[in-house]
């Protein structure tokens, strides 16, 4: 195995929202990976996760990146974004000036570097027309810099089957377990090792919802999910606020017992 130590960095899809532990922590597409890994290294393989949900790209880049660059890893994993482009200041084309920077400085550390396209999680979410566009423009810069730096890219937005429902939680925007199994796959493969098979079985579609109980759905969703988001965003607040790096220095993995089935 090439890589001995692998550093996580990013907002609440590397955290690894809404895929629960047993003890209510949350495991996700980057422990899988580094699971994986770590088999493939042996114990000496060190793993870092410094995701926090809620960060905006600034605070990504702020709080995490120096801290990844300090560890001096083989493999860092970079995504973030997400929650910049939900909101009515964001400029897409300047996150992306600001990533080719960053990718730029870990290249030039000598890390291997993962990006992500972002799969189409607005296909469920209000917002589309305003939003949509903005993702599309950052997929497409995220892609240039791959190539531009030599990174390797994990094109989810490709990937059509991230439009089954059953990988996405209750609240329509993180990923379910079966959702951050696929991606972690997804991952491995791009590095050139063969995942899980189960990890890319697809789950079968729900069957269609009636249109009164889908309106009602949407009605709990908006209640439950959206209401709560809003507050925030109206009292500066972020869901991340109280919340530290699971993983937040470099050590052997699993220190816990990871499924990979």
Same mark, same amino acid.
């Given at each position: 195995?090439?890589w ?8 609440s899809?590397t955290?690894?929202l809404d895929d629960?532990? =047993?003890?209510g922590?949350f495991?996700?597409?980057a ?10 290294a042996?114990?000496?393989f060190?793993?870092?996760? @410094?995701?926090?949900?809620?960060? @905006?790209?600034?605070?990504v880049? *702020?709080?995490?990146? =120096? ?10 994993s970079? *995504?973030?974004? %997400? ?9 897409p084309?300047a996150l ?6 960053v990718?730029?400085?870990f290249?030039?550390?000598g890390a291997?570097? @993962? ?5 189409? +999680?607005?296909a469920?979410?209000?917002g ?21 730096? %030599?990174?390797?890219? +994990?094109?989810?937005y ?8 059953? @990988? ?25 090792? /063969? =995942? +899980?098979? /189960?990890?890319?079985?697809?789950? =079968? ?6 249109w009164l ?7 709990r969703?908006?209640? $439950?999910?959206?209401?709560p ?8 607040r972020?869901? %991340?606020?109280?919340i530290t ?8 993995y699993? $220190?816990r ?5």
């Amino acid at each position: 195995m090439r890589w001995r130590t692998f550093v996580a960095v990013g907002d609440s899809f590397t955290e690894g929202l809404d895929d629960p532990y =047993p003890d209510g922590g949350f495991r996700g597409w980057a422990d899988l990976v580094a699971a994986t890994l770590a088999a493939g290294a042996g114990p000496d393989f060190g793993y870092a996760n @410094l995701a926090i949900r809620g960060r @905006l790209f600034d605070n990504v880049v *702020a709080e995490q990146v =120096p801290t990844a660059l300090e560890m001096r890893p083989d493999l860092v994993s970079f *995504a973030a974004g %997400g929650n910049d482009v939900l909101r009515r200041s964001c400029d897409p084309y300047a996150l992306i000036e600001r990533a080719d920077q960053v990718i730029k400085e870990f290249r030039a550390s000598g890390a291997d570097v @993962l990006l992500f396209r972002f799969a189409d +999680v607005m296909a469920r979410l209000p917002g589309q027309r305003i939003v949509a566009p903005r993702v599309a423009v950052l997929n497409r810069g995220i892609g240039e810099i791959a190539d531009r730096h %030599g990174a390797t890219l +994990v094109d989810l937005y490709a990937d059509e089957v991230f439009g089954n429902p059953v @990988l996405w939680s209750a609240d329509r925007l993180h990923l379910s377990a079966a959702g951050h199994r696929r991606v972690a796959a997804r991952v491995l493969t791009a590095l050139g090792i /063969s =995942p +899980v098979e /189960s990890w890319l079985v697809v789950p =079968p579609r729900p069957a269609p919802t009636p249109w009164l109980a889908a309106r009602g759905a949407d009605l709990r969703w908006m209640r $439950q999910y959206l209401a709560p988001w809003v507050r925030r965003r109206l009292t500066g607040r972020s869901s %991340g606020d109280t919340i530290t790096a699971k993983r937040p220095t470099l050590g052997p993995y699993p $220190q816990r017992q990871s499924p990979v089935d």
